[in-house]
């Protein structure tokens, strides 16, 4: 079945740092990937997110790139905050016709701290 | 303002007390589903509906029953709650199932005794 690898935290950054939290995938077919963001207290929320091979999600200086060939969707920042304090959920939508399919797989979570 | 709202936010139960936990979101969505997240483990899905005709179970169903009698409304039944089943609960909803985004409730801490 479809599966999600994040990178284990927590992951302790001091602010303006660069940020990488690796993911990688393993689905047949061609899913859906994103990136959630859940702050100290609150539900998750789309951070961004990438339908088709090569496509760059972006959204609040972060970025990931749906790399096919390595079957993997990095989420990258050039320079944290402190208010990037979250826990940072990789997942994949692989919707498929028969039943349990239409599913969303979520990652284990990482949690990032940034420190001033 | 456009939200799924969850009710109770907290909730503290002993074996075998059916409980309810209502979801209900204002934007006219077709999907909604159902996670747990426990430590170390995180989001796992537990139930999910395409719409008002179509219920389906996720990754784990177990102990778990679902309701989806109008669109708005998704509530999560537990017939006969067990301690294992203690965890953090979010409902979610999205326009249609697929690569649309999904917006989460705030979360329901079930803790059951």
């Known amino acids: 079945g479809d599966s999600v690898t994040q990178m284990e935290g927590p992951v302790t950054l001091s602010e303006e740092a660069f940020l990488t939290i690796n993911c990688t995938y393993t689905?047949?077919?061609?899913?859906?990937l994103f990136w959630y963001v859940q702050y100290p207290g609150e539900g998750l929320q789309l951070l961004l997110k990438?339908?088709?091979?090569?496509d760059k999600g972006s959204n609040k200086g972060f970025e990931a790139t749906y790399r096919k060939e390595t079957t993997s969707f990095h989420l990258e920042k050039g320079s944290v905050q402190v208010s990037d304090s979250a826990v940072y959920f990789c997942?994949?939508?692989?919707?498929?016709?028969?039943?349990?399919?239409?599913?969303?797989?979520f990652g284990k979570g990482t949690k990032l701290s940034v420190i001033p | 303002e456009a939200q799924v709202t969850q009710n109770p936010r907290y909730l503290i139960t002993v074996t075998g007390k059916k409980l309810t936990v209502t979801c209900s979101q204002n934007m006219n969505h077709e999907y909604m589903s159902w996670y747990r997240q426990d430590p170390g483990l995180g989001l796992r899905q537990i139930y999910y509906s395409m719409n008002v005709e179509v219920t389906d179970k996720g990754d784990v169903p177990e102990g778990y029953k679902v309701s989806r009698k109008e669109k708005r409304n998704f509530p999560l039944i537990l017939e006969s709650p067990s301690p294992n089943q203690t965890s953090l609960y979010f409902c979610?909803?999205?326009?249609?199932?697929?690569?649309?985004?999904?917006?989460f409730g705030p979360g329901t801490r079930l803790t059951v005794l």
């Open positions: 689905a047949t077919g061609y899913p859906s």
């Open positions: 997942a994949l939508f692989h919707g498929e016709s028969g039943a349990g399919s239409y599913q969303l797989t």
């Open positions: 990438a339908t088709k091979a090569d």
């Open positions: 979610a909803s999205s326009l249609l199932a697929g690569a649309d985004t999904q917006y």
